[in-house]
């Protein structure tokens, strides 16, 4: 299957694994695309910059806050889940299993079954 | 100019301007941020300083694709702004028009001009105000839709009221026509004034609220603000041109009337007879606007069900937008609570 692929089903769930990588602590724009590019072993090829809308959207929804920081050399916008963000990334963790579960079930149950 | 400052450049051309211009500076300078660290990975991986910049801007992606994923946002920022901006104003325009109505002898109870009466009828209004942009909340496409309507009616309010009002002056400056044929004449245009802004108002808030593809309550908060603006808007325009003309229409139209003929101060006496009307249109305006948008959704869902074009069991109210309809049940029982509030006032 074309790697596109993988980046348009990403689009629907770019917003939950946005809050993932952020649940360590605050993270700044350059530094969650590299380790979304890093965790996913390069899995997803969508352009770097489409991850910016995402997390103002998220910003907007009140899931993530955000300020500046001056404390390296270059001055960067830290961003961090607020506690609605964790409130919808621990729901959206339990959907996820639950709907990986059943497709896993149905995919591989039968052949593991056989 | 270099690769980066040209990038920087297009992006800032191409995001939406509903954003702002601080805004749109916070994301220039994060985007500006994200492409120096990534250059510099790419020095660090062995890359050139121009290499380096071009391979991270390739990545960042074309700045037509990001400022797309910036439309929405703009769009609800916008909103916001209208919203954040709307609130104080009509709560202000409701408080100032309260306390204006209650200094008026005409008006029901106004006799009382005391500080509490002062106040409960600033209250009883900004309360009233705050609860009806509280409806703004409900969706944007109410509140667009609705502004719209109330706008549109509102202007032409304002327009019949000018032409009304000069055409009164010209007719009492007339010699040669009698008192009575004068007065006839005055109450046809009084009707007019008020029927053609009110009739396209009526039209407007249904064709509007039967139009919609959206849940009721959200249909119900067009009709709100629609009646809102158009009350706000008409008032406010009301009051400015009798203040405006108040000396030539005291000199030429009102003395004429017999509801305020023998007053000590016709301006102030009849002033205070339009600023009655005002008031009850004030509050009854969004009520009724709310209920002819209502029905009129009813009305279109139900010849849609009867017409077969949709399945019934689908037309439903978006379980999200229930919720939503607690302002408006509110605001229908303040008015409820103001209306029998000036019943009560007036037997009193």
């Known amino acids: ?114 | 100019m270099n690769l980066l400052d040209n990038y920087i450049a297009e992006l800032r051309s191409t995001l939406p301007r509903d954003l702002g211009a601080r805004y749109r500076d916070r994301i220039l300078q994060e985007f500006e941020g994200y492409l120096l660290d990534s250059a510099a990975a790419g020095r660090d991986a062995g890359l050139s300083e121009d290499d380096a910049l071009r391979r991270a801007i390739e990545r960042c992606g074309s700045p037509v694709l990001i400022a797309e994923g910036f439309q929405q946002i703009g769009e609800t920022r916008r909103a916001e702004r209208i919203h954040q901006g709307s609130r104080p104003l009509l709560v202000i325009c409701f408080a100032l028009i309260g306390f204006t109505v209650w200094r008026y002898p005409a008006v029901i109870g106004s006799s009382h001009e005391t500080v509490g009466a002062l106040l409960l009828c600033a209250v009883l209004l900004g309360g009233y105000g705050w609860f009806v942009t509280a409806t703004f909340g409900l969706a944007e496409q109410a509140l667009r839709r609705g502004a719209r309507v109330g706008l549109l009616v509102g202007l032409l309010g304002m327009t019949t009221l000018v032409l009304s009002l000069v055409l009164e002056i010209w007719l009492w400056r007339r010699s040669g026509m009698s008192v009575a044929s004068a007065g006839a004449l005055t109450e046809t245009l009084n009707e007019w004034e008020v029927g053609l802004p009110a009739l396209g108002w009526i039209g407007f808030t249904i064709w509007e609220g039967a139009r919609q593809r959206v849940s009721l309550p959200v249909c119900m908060a067009t009709g709100v603000i629609s009646g809102m603006f158009a009350s706000v808007v008409t008032s406010i325009s009301a009051l400015g041109l009798n203040t405006v003309l108040s000396a030539q229409l005291a000199e030429e139209v009102w003395r004429h009337d017999s509801t305020c003929m023998f007053a000590a101060a016709i301006a102030r006496c009849e002033i205070g007879d339009t600023l009655g009307g005002l008031a009850t249109m004030l509050m009854l305006l969004p009520l009724l606007g709310m209920c002819l948008a209502a029905a009129s959704q009813l009305v279109w869902r139900g010849v849609r069900y009867l017409s077969y074009v949709r399945s019934p069991g689908r037309i439903a109210t978006a379980a999200g937008e229930v919720t939503l309809i607690r302002p408006l049940m509110v605001l229908t029982l303040l008015l409820l609570f103001v209306l029998s509030c000036t019943i009560v006032a007036q037997f009193w």
């Open chain 1, 1 to 114: 299957m074309p790697s596109h692929d993988y980046t348009q089903r990403l689009k629907g769930h770019l917003d939950l694994l946005l809050l993932a990588l952020l649940q360590a602590g605050p993270l700044h724009g350059y530094a969650i695309i590299e380790r979304l590019r890093l965790l996913s072993d390069n899995t997803f090829d969508l352009p770097d910059g489409t991850i910016y809308p995402a997390l103002h959207r998220l910003e907007q929804a009140r899931l993530l806050t955000s300020w500046w920081s001056d404390e390296t050399a270059r001055r960067r916008r830290l961003y961090a889940l607020t506690t609605e963000g964790r409130a919808v990334l621990a729901d959206g963790r339990q959907e996820w299993q639950t709907f990986s579960r059943g497709v896993e079930a149905i995919l591989f149950g039968e052949s593991a079954g056989s």
